[in-house]
């Protein structure tokens, strides 16, 4: 049987703390899907075509990892997917109220799972916004994601 998961989220951009879930996600299961979200309630510092090709930049390596995008229910794209497990990484005990909100309703309202992963201790702390504060204030990104994920931020925030 092949187990497929997905790792949604906005990933604007992605962090250490995302492609730390993401490889070890690969590492377990079958095929993983990294679903960017295309929220046109929110503009993002990055495109979700940005967003996209980032992730493909730093992670396109891996055999098993498709990138895709997906706007509406989660759970509409995992079932037109094939997909019956959605996998989340929690970073403290803080992500885990929503996360479980969340992971109740979407086996409520379309039958998915969800599996939690816990962050590497060393990207506990970081998150999107994060970088995008520190990156706005030419403070230093490395530890926090990519090199490529750097050079992109500081392009667009100058
Ligand atoms: O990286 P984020 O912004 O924390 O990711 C949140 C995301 C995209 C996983 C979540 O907002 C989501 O699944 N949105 C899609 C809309 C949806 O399905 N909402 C119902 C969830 S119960």
Redesign the pocket.
């Known amino acids: 049987m092949t187990v497929s998961v997905v790792v ?4 604007d951009p992605v962090t250490l703390g995302h492609l730390d879930i993401v490889r070890r996600a690969c590492a377990r299961f079958d095929r993983v899907v990294v679903a960017v ?1 295309e929220n046109p309630n929110k503009q993002g510092l990055f495109s979700v075509d940005e967003r996209l090709e980032l992730i493909r930049a730093v992670a396109g390596d891996v055999p098993n990892l498709e990138v895709d995008r997906f706007e ?4 509409d794209f995992c079932n037109a997917r094939g997909i019956g497990i959605i996998c989340k990484g929690l970073r403290a005990v803080s992500d885990f109220e929503y996360e479980l ?2 992971a109740q ?2 086996h409520r309202i379309g039958g998915v799972e969800t599996v939690f992963m816990s962050t590497s201790p060393e990207h506990s702390y970081l998150s999107s916004s994060l970088v995008k504060e520190v990156a706005r204030f030419g403070g230093p990104l490395d530890g926090t994601v990519p090199p490529a994920v750097a050079d992109a931020l500081r392009e667009r925030l100058g």
């Open positions: 949604p989220g906005s990933f979200l509406g229910l989660l759970v909100q969340m309703m979407n």
